[in-house]
């Protein structure tokens, strides 16, 4: 009992590193701070002591000099902290292009994974290190958060949308994966194990023979079942936008806005269609709020995505003519 | 025979229940919020008792989840909000600034009312089986995914609010309108200028969180699509109208804190404040710049990264006034005359535990870190270092301060020294291990959680162990010195301000003659009228 107890968490994440210099050097200002107001009140305390029971303090009103100087100081400091703060921020942000994407949906209490290839896990999500990893995130009902501490990284999972959270695995083993937002009885049980790996082995567990259909085989799929094809196609009766190489490119609105066609934008146009409409289109397409679940919407996006980048449109899928 | 005095001028419930004696309504407070600061207190006793192991073997998660929700209602808005407002506040604004009463003695009444009505509803919501979704409410979980009692916990929270409003109100009015003459802004005491600012937020803030609340009944209940996706509405939306309030709520629990605390440490250094129009003007810029920096509890949520830069600023600088009251805390004491009485024990412990809170505030304000450790122990030691550490220490230390003017009696300065000792020790072992706990990575509203977090976890229930003996030892002297304590002198501390000048406890009226004031507070050692500096 309370053999294993450690006091600082490992540095598993290509980020771990970034974020531990912030935190040392903040501990380090801050501790010194702390002691310096601990040390001057105590020696005060206890030089200035009261020695008789008239004693007064001297009567010192005041110094716009040292006003200014701990007005300043603390400023200056704590620009170099947001700075710093912002930096770290913004490298976690950004995901560099060509990271491995994956599928994440959370729902109470379990964290469903999809792999691009196939593969799907819950409550684990096996990456390779070295690489970086990109995941996309939904939820299925209420806000989650996923969280694994020894790559020091975190993202909010709320319904309605889709967050993206990255990092580089850079030691194998097995780390904690939590849900860090409260979000109902078992919030502390929705956790799970995320598993670094070296490649090879990497692509050995990829093989190992829990994959399915492709989030875009099975996207496809969908596409035919639910209907989409009918409309969204060449030579369809009603007038529908084509997908082909629509993922990411800036699209005209019909109030003449211009924005890209994202993951969140394709997911908003599934669920509540006529809230973006593309110039030129009538507002006719039906609701599908309720007839597909997180993950077919997940697949469906997929889907949309492999139209616009060659090579990874499944079989079957119309050619980009 | 007795003197006549606020205490034993009309007996009987009507004549407390009925009063509209600022002094008076403040002891009702004073009972009120002991109730709650000891039910949330036995909240937080089951939520360290389960901590206790790793698995979750005391009581079911649902339990475990409506006991932190509980806690933080109960602790927050029937507590620590009104705390020292509601009480010191009360009992002192009107003695400070030479006036008989607040300008609105019937509204002030009534506010207790309020606050008793809300009350009410959070107890029919605590003992009709709880609510789980947090002190924070978040949608859509509270809205659509929450089987407890929500509709009534967030009533109670509505109602209450009007108490702090019509509080807020009348602390304005009376300021502005019934200051002694010769009592100019500048003579004020300190403790009057953080009332004065917290005031302005309670006023500004509060319509904010009823608001708030609303909505979420209206979806909950009418299903309107408001913070729901699935019925078009926005989660985030809630998280940035919940944080206006609940952010700048922080500073009405600190605030009067920082009011205390200023009046203490001139009281036993037996000089004046160091930089008073620093001291003051920075309760103003706290309250000012504390209504700005809510995004900075959304960087995780997919917040823009622009908006999120802007909120991390802001946090920054609102750190500022706050450092600059404790550099000029600790000039106040250079060249003081100290005496290490009671209250100057639990202004110490303010200092360091509150310097620890507003330090660690840095580092979650850095956008970077605060993704590690956001939703993590960390922010909870954090924000209780603050909450606990430093707005329960000022209120300690002000009733330590004020109680025998408040009381008439004095209580054992021996059996107070150790309590604040109890409660400093015991507050550390408490919550510096969560700092350690939450850097490791430990989500908070965990009710099972890995082993490897068991020693930490054990430390803290310890230290929460302590921290429960120093909070009940006050409670026990301070009874006993209603009965037993020796009377108190009208300045048994040789303090200065115009409450040290009338009896303790006094007179109904305060003043029989209406002061006319020549100089500001604590002016010990012959000078000069004070300068702006």
């Known amino acids: 009992m309370f053999t294993n107890f450690p006091l600082f968490p490992q540095q598993a994440s290509v980020q771990a590193s970034q974020v531990d210099g912030i935190y040392f050097f903040m501990l380090a200002v801050t501790a010194f701070f702390s002691l310096l107001i601990a040390g001057l009140v105590v020696l005060f305390a206890v030089k200035y002591r009261r020695r008789h029971e008239d004693e007064v303090g001297a009567a010192i009103h005041g110094s716009l000099a040292l006003e200014l100087l701990w007005t300043v100081i603390p400023f200056l400091i704590t620009m170099v902290m947001f700075a710093w703060g912002a930096k770290v921020f913004f490298d976690l942000y950004r995901a560099p292009a060509g990271a491995m994407e994956v599928y994440v949906v959370g729902k109470q209490w379990m964290w469903k994974v999809q792999h691009m290839g196939g593969a799907r896990e819950i409550n684990e999500l096996h990456v390779p290190v070295g690489r970086p990893v990109k995941l996309i995130m939904g939820s299925e009902d209420v806000i989650h958060s996923f969280f694994i501490p020894a790559f020091r990284v975190k993202a909010d999972v709320i319904p309605g949308r889709y967050n993206m959270l990255w990092f580089t695995a850079s030691k194998p083993g097995r780390y904690h994966l939590f849900c860090a937002e409260y979000c109902g009885t078992k919030h502390s049980g929705m956790i799970g194990s995320v598993i670094a790996m070296e490649p090879t082995e990497f692509q050995a567990w990829l093989g190992g023979g829990n994959a399915s259909d492709t989030p875009a085989a099975a996207g496809e799929k969908l596409f035919q079942s639910q209907g989409c094809i009918a409309c969204h196609r060449q030579g369809a009766a009603l007038q529908a936008p084509l997908l082909t190489n629509k993922f990411g490119s800036t699209v005209t609105l019909q109030s003449g806005a211009r924005i890209v066609a994202d993951e969140s934008y394709i997911r908003e146009s599934i669920l509540n269609p006529q809230a973006k409409i593309v110039a030129g289109f009538p507002p006719i397409m039906p609701t599908f709020q309720g007839l597909v679940s997180e993950e077919q919407l997940m697949q469906l996006v997929a889907y949309v995505k492999s139209l616009s980048t060659p090579g990874t449109a499944p079989a079957g899928a119309p050619a980009n003519r | 025979m007795e003197t006549l005095n606020y205490l034993n001028n009309g007996h009987g419930l009507a004549s407390w229940l009925l009063t509209r004696d600022h002094k008076r309504i403040a002891l ?282 802007i909120f991390s600023i802001l946090s920054y600088l609102v750190a500022i006034p706050s450092a600059i009251k404790v550099f000029n805390w600790t000039a106040t004491i250079y060249k003081g005359s100290v005496s290490l009485d009671s209250p100057m024990l639990y202004a110490f412990g303010f200092l360091g535990l509150f310097t620890i809170g507003g330090l660690t505030g840095l580092f979650l304000a850095a956008m970077g870190l605060d993704i590690h450790v956001h939703d993590t122990y960390f922010v909870v030691a954090h924000f209780h270092y603050i909450m606990v550490g430093g707005a329960i220490m000022g209120y300690l230390g002000g009733l330590h301060y004020w109680w025998p003017k408040i009381s008439g009696r004095l209580y054992s300065e021996p059996w107070a020294k150790f309590a604040a000792l109890m409660v400093f020790v015991g507050f550390n072992l408490t919550f510096f291990p969560q700092f350690v706990a939450g850097y490791l990575g430990m989500p908070r509203r965990y009710h099972a959680y890995p082993d490897e977090f068991q020693v930490l976890n054990v430390a803290s229930t310890l230290g929460a162990s302590i921290l429960s003996v120093g909070y009940v030892l006050p409670m026990v002297y301070f009874t006993w010195s209603l009965f037993k304590g020796a009377p108190s002198p009208s300045d048994p501390w040789g303090a200065q301000g115009l409450e040290w000048e009338i009896p303790s406890p006094p007179p109904t009226e305060n003043f029989h003659v209406t002061p006319i004031v020549t100089h500001g507070t604590h002016q010990y050692a012959p000078s000069k009228e004070v300068g702006i500096v």
Request: aromatic fraction near 16%.
């Open chain 2, 28 to 309: 009702l407070y004073l009972a009120s919020i002991t109730g709650f600061f000891f039910l949330g207190g036995l909240f937080a006793f089951m939520i360290r008792l389960e901590l206790l192991t790793p698995a979750g073997d005391v009581m079911s998660s649902d339990t475990y989840n409506k006991m932190f929700t509980m806690h933080g209602v109960v602790m927050v808005f029937f507590f620590l909000i009104p705390s020292i407002p509601a009480v010191l506040g009360n009992f002192l604004i009107p003695i400070m600034i030479g006036a008989k009463d607040l300008a609105f003695p019937r509204i002030n009444l009534l506010s207790w009312y309020i606050y008793v009505l809300g009350g009410i509803f959070t107890l029919v919501a605590a003992l009709s089986g709880g609510v789980d979704t947090g002190w924070t409410f978040y949608t859509p979980y509270s809205t659509a995914a929450a089987n407890s009692h929500v509709i009534t916990a967030a009533l109670g929270i509505f109602i209450t609010g009007f108490s702090s409003i019509l509080t807020g109100l009348n602390f304005i009015v009376t300021v502005h309108r019934m200051r002694a003459p010769g009592l100019t802004w500048f003579r004020l005491p300190l403790f009057v200028w953080s009332m004065y600012a917290t005031s302005l937020v309670m006023i500004l803030g509060t319509p904010v969180i009823a608001i708030t609340v609303l909505l979420v009944a209206a979806e909950r209940v009418l299903h309107m699509g408001i913070f729901d996706p699935a019925l078009g509405g926005d989660p985030i939306l809630f998280q940035h109208l919940f944080w206006f309030y609940s952010h700048p709520a922080v500073y009405i629990m600190i605030l009067p804190a920082m009011g205390v605390i200023s009046e203490i440490v001139q009281a036993f250094s037996r000089k004046n404040i160091f930089g008073y129009s620093f001291v003051a003007f920075s309760s103003l810029a706290i309250a000012i710049i504390g209504f700005l920096v809510w995004g900075h509890h959304l960087f995780v949520s997919g917040q823009s990264v622009y908006a999120g830069m």
